[in-house]
């Protein structure tokens, strides 16, 4: 469990979490990661890509301080990210955002997946971590065959997907189904409303 914090956006709530259980914590913004590294968090994932010298100052301080995973589904921020790491004097971890039918970010073949994750693990001070994907709720057999067959591409280059993140509040009916995946992001879930009630959970 990894749960995402923007729906609540609070950090006192998101160390319930982690004492409940949760393995750490998904932020969508810098901004939010930074308030709950203040706020005592020590494992965070941002899932959205971090473009430009000022914000990837920002992840570097943070790096330095907490646990930090970052997304990336193109060249351009992976090429941007060693940059935070050199700030930070250590490795930062990256998963590669896949798209397996929800069209809203991701790369969208495991070919382009496998490739970008060789990019990240070529970089300075990058450390290829998995893969982060947000199926839709009718597309979890569709997301398996992208899941293996970049396993495949990614074992023939000699990599492994230590991370495997799969997301949303509507899935979590859903957990368990995809073979290989590590653990789940949902964000409405901690209230329990009628969303929630209507989508199964």
Same mark, same amino acid.
């Given at each position: ?9 609070? &950090?006192?709530?998101?160390?319930? /979490?982690? /004492? ?33 010298? %000022?914000?990837? $100052?920002?992840?570097?301080?943070? /790096?330095?301080?907490?646990?930090? #995973?970052?997304?990336?589904?193109? &060249?351009?921020? @992976?090429? $941007? ?5 050199? #700030?930070? $004097?250590?490795?930062?971890?990256? @998963? ?18 496998? !490739? ?12 290829? *971590? ?13 997301? /398996?065959?992208?899941?293996?067959? *970049?396993?495949? $591409?990614?074992? !023939?280059?000699?990599? %492994?997907?230590? #991370? ?8 979590? &009916?859903? #957990? ?26």
């Amino acid at each position: 469990n990894r749960p995402h914090i923007k729906t609540h956006k609070s &950090p006192e709530l998101a160390r319930l /979490q982690v /004492q409940g259980g949760a393995r750490g914590i998904t932020c969508q913004k810098l901004g939010e990661a930074e308030v709950m590294a203040d706020g005592g968090l020590d494992d965070i994932m941002i899932s959205y890509n971090i473009l430009g010298e %000022e914000k990837l $100052g920002r992840l570097g301080a943070l /790096q330095r301080r907490v646990r930090m #995973i970052v997304a990336a589904d193109n &060249p351009v921020t @992976v090429s $941007g990210l060693p940059l935070a790491a050199a #700030i930070a $004097g250590r490795d930062l971890e990256v @998963v590669v955002e896949c798209d397996t039918g929800r069209k809203r970010a991701g790369v969208e073949t495991p070919n382009e997946a496998v !490739d970008l994750a060789k990019m990240i693990e070529a970089s300075p001070g990058l450390r290829f *971590a998995g893969f982060l994907m947000y199926p839709p709720e009718d597309g979890w057999q569709r997301t /398996q065959t992208f899941l293996d067959t *970049a396993k495949a $591409g990614l074992r !023939d280059a000699g990599l %492994e997907a230590a #991370i495997v993140s799969t997301g949303g509040s509507p899935n979590l &009916p859903h #957990i368990g189904e995809l073979t290989g995946s590590t653990e789940h992001r949902s964000g409405t879930s901690i209230f329990n409303d009628r969303m929630q009630v209507a989508a199964g959970v």
